[in-house]
């Protein structure tokens, strides 16, 4: 089993749609939880961190569940620039090792 | 500030030749991190430092070698290439003792071995 698990899509959406995201993690002990946006043949970029009381910045939401070890990202009025993988990252065995989920893309078509 | 920067972008290599890349940050970050990226398999720690003068093994460490000479470099080298290693290399840094460890990276060096 992989230590972050996302399902790789594509998700396919129109403008101003809404879409969600999910990951599972493996490791009960992480402490830190991110996702990261990374555009086609570019470096990977912190989109934001995510709290276990859930956060929102903007159109973006990210909730937390640690009893089933699941993280979520929510995208509201979804804009062709949001198109991009967006990798679902936790904290490994040592608190300054990151996991790196494998992504997920999302395209946004007009 | 540049952030982190890597050297060279691109490179074609033969079967059994050797090359370093070379990675900066200029935010003073206590730790450094070479990745590798390939196509389904997202990103995996090669190796990394946490600090000035130590290195350690990450996930996929075979096939290459690491230095942390000085606080702002570190450098990857591949001793003799091979095909498995044609890859994206990311290269990161990041802030040391806190909750909140936020990795930057640099903008990659895509290598081709032939």
Redesign the interface.
Known sequence: RKEVEQDPGPFNVPEGATVAFNCTYSNSASQSFFWYRQDCRKEPKLLMSVYSSGNEDGRFTAQLNRASQYISLLIRDSKLSDSATYLCVVNGPSSYKLIFGSGTRLLVRP | NAGVTQTPKFRVLKTGQSMTLLCAQDMNHE?MYW?RQDP????R?IH?S?GEGTTAK?EVPDGYNVSRLKKQNFLLGLESAAPSQTSVY?CAS?T?GS?????F????TRLTVL
Do not use: H, R, T
């Not at chain 2, 909750?99 to 990795?103: A, I, L, T």
């Open positions: 730790y990745y389904g398999m997202g990103l720690l990394y946490v990450g990311f990041g040391s909750s909140y460890n936020e990795q990276f640099g903008p990659g």
